[in-house]
């Protein structure tokens, strides 16, 4: 009989544990969230305004001196440069995407965090009891 009292005390200990880590990872707060997203925007502005600007700088560059004359269209002498300059602009634009895909998904998780007061069993004297202790919600929507 006691045998079978320790052992369901020693499981419902266990059970209202909820199986948590002894050391948990650290959590990003609404704040640290935020922090993110709003470098992660800029990051994405300067990515896309220096594609613009590379783009712009090759298309005011000069053409140069025919090098080759050819059936479909003549060489010039700053093609070589000025397609570098288109080419470099459109990846540093297309490269502006994802962060501003991943600055939208930090603000969504920051809006969904907060902190509010849980209530979980605490074995106090032999006996359980409700308490209330501050944890972090997190909003995820499916």
């Known amino acids: 009989m006691k045998q079978a009292t320790i052992f ?4 419902t200990l266990v059970l209202s544990s909820f199986s948590q880590q002894n050391e948990p ?5 609404k704040q640290d969230y935020m922090q993110k997203s709003k470098k992660e925007k800029t990051f994405a ?6 594609g613009a600007a590379f783009i712009l700088t090759g298309v005011i560059i000069p053409k140069g ?3 080759h004359e050819g059936a479909w269209g003549n060489d ?3 093609d070589g440069i000025k397609s570098t300059f288109g080419v470099t602009g459109f ?12 600055s939208r998904k930090n603000h969504k ?14 074995l ?4 359980f009891v409700y308490r209330s202790i501050p944890a972090f919600n997190l909003k995820i929507s499916l």
């Open 65 to 67: 001196d025919v090098v």
């Open 109 to 122: 998780r920051a809006m969904s965090v907060s902190f509010k007061n849980e209530v979980t069993p605490q």
């Open 45 to 50: 502005w300067v990515l896309l305004g220096g």
């Open 124 to 127: 106090v004297k032999s006996s």
């Open 25 to 29: 990872s650290p959590t990003l707060a």
């Open 8 to 11: 369901l005390l020693l499981l």
């Open 91 to 102: 990846l540093c634009m297309i490269g502006s995407i994802p962060f501003f895909i991943a």
């Open 76 to 78: 010039y002498e700053n």
